[in-house]
């Protein structure tokens, strides 16, 4: 019997930058229900793919969507939450040229917040990493190009994810000193499962903030019973 091929899904970057290209049409008046999204998948090589958006919500300035992320096959804890991003306008007083406007991008609720060195993001930002946010103001500025919106003079997107704070508990997000919430995650935009590159990444960050805190040792467990050993030692 053939082994089933195990079906791929989107990373929470991915989806964030959706969300906001969604919420950015729908600013530039050109509200859809789904968007197109180029990912920097097999090694630079940009591979579309679509998805829905969900939640649309317009009003006070504010324009956000969700999308829901599809963690395909692999056993994610954020498989099937929503990730949201809300855009708004920068209150300046004249208009950039082109896509030159500037373009901040926030964590809302339930996108925790880095408080130890050694992580991708700063300490004090939002657990956001720099291909996410690559993502995220490359969507808004191909939103307000698709849309032909004039005066633009800048960008407010804020990414939220609203049941983040729990589902972070799952995670080992407290040990690396994100608090709050999740990490916006994603280097291709593409979730592989069971993924040794993902279980490498994972052990990467735990070392390299071990090692700006000033750890001497470190311990490498194969699960709870071998780090309570560990600890004993």
Same mark, same amino acid.
């Given at each position: =019997? /053939?082994?089933?091929?195990?079906?791929?899904?989107?990373?929470?970057?991915?989806?964030?930058?959706?969300?906001?290209?969604g919420?950015?049409?729908?600013?530039?008046?050109?509200?859809?229900?789904?968007?197109s999204?180029?990912?920097?998948?097999?090694?630079?090589d940009?591979?579309?793919?679509?998805?829905?958006?969900?939640?649309?919500?317009?009003?006070g300035?504010?324009?956000?969507?969700?999308?829901?992320k599809?963690?395909?096959?692999?056993?994610?804890?954020?498989?099937?939450?929503?990730?949201?991003?809300?855009?708004?306008? *920068?209150?300046?007083s004249?208009p950039?040229?082109h896509?030159?406007?500037?373009?901040v991008?926030?964590?809302?609720e339930?996108?925790g917040?880095?408080?130890?060195?050694? *992580?991708?993001?700063?300490? @004090?930002?939002?657990?956001?990493?720099?291909?996410?946010?690559?993502?995220?103001?490359?969507?808004?500025?191909?939103?307000?190009?698709?849309?032909? /919106? @004039?005066?633009?003079?800048?960008?407010?997107?804020v990414?939220? %994810?609203?049941?983040?704070a729990?589902? %972070?508990?799952?995670?080992?997000?407290?040990?690396?000193?994100i608090?709050?919430?999740?990490?916006?995650l994603?280097?291709?935009?593409?979730v592989?499962?069971?993924?040794?590159?993902?279980?490498?990444?994972t052990?990467?960050?735990c070392?390299d903030? %071990?090692?700006?805190?000033?750890?001497?040792? =470190?311990?490498?467990?194969?699960?709870?019973?071998?780090?309570?050993?560990?600890?004993?030692?």
């Amino acid at each position: =019997m /053939a082994k089933k091929r195990l079906r791929h899904g989107y990373s929470t970057g991915a989806c964030a930058a959706a969300a906001a290209k969604g919420a950015t049409l729908a600013l530039c008046g050109s509200p859809v229900d789904e968007v197109s999204l180029n990912l920097p998948w097999k090694r630079g090589d940009a591979t579309s793919r679509t998805f829905k958006l969900v939640d649309k919500l317009y009003e006070g300035g504010l324009f956000s969507c969700g999308v829901i992320k599809d963690g395909g096959d692999d056993p994610d804890v954020t498989n099937g939450m929503e990730i949201r991003a809300t855009v708004s306008l *920068l209150n300046k007083s004249e208009p950039a040229a082109h896509d030159s406007f500037p373009v901040v991008i926030e964590g809302g609720e339930g996108v925790g917040r880095v408080t130890r060195k050694g *992580l991708a993001a700063e300490v @004090g930002s939002p657990a956001i990493n720099p291909v996410p946010l690559e993502m995220i103001e490359e969507s808004v500025r191909e939103a307000v190009r698709l849309s032909k /919106a @004039g005066g633009v003079a800048g960008l407010r997107v804020v990414i939220s %994810a609203p049941e983040g704070a729990e589902r %972070a508990k799952k995670t080992l997000n407290h040990r690396l000193g994100i608090v709050g919430g999740l990490s916006i995650l994603g280097t291709t935009g593409i979730v592989i499962p069971m993924s040794a590159a993902a279980w490498e990444a994972t052990i990467d960050s735990c070392l390299d903030v %071990a090692k700006a805190a000033g750890a001497k040792r =470190m311990l490498l467990a194969f699960g709870r019973t071998s780090e309570r050993a560990g600890h004993s030692l």
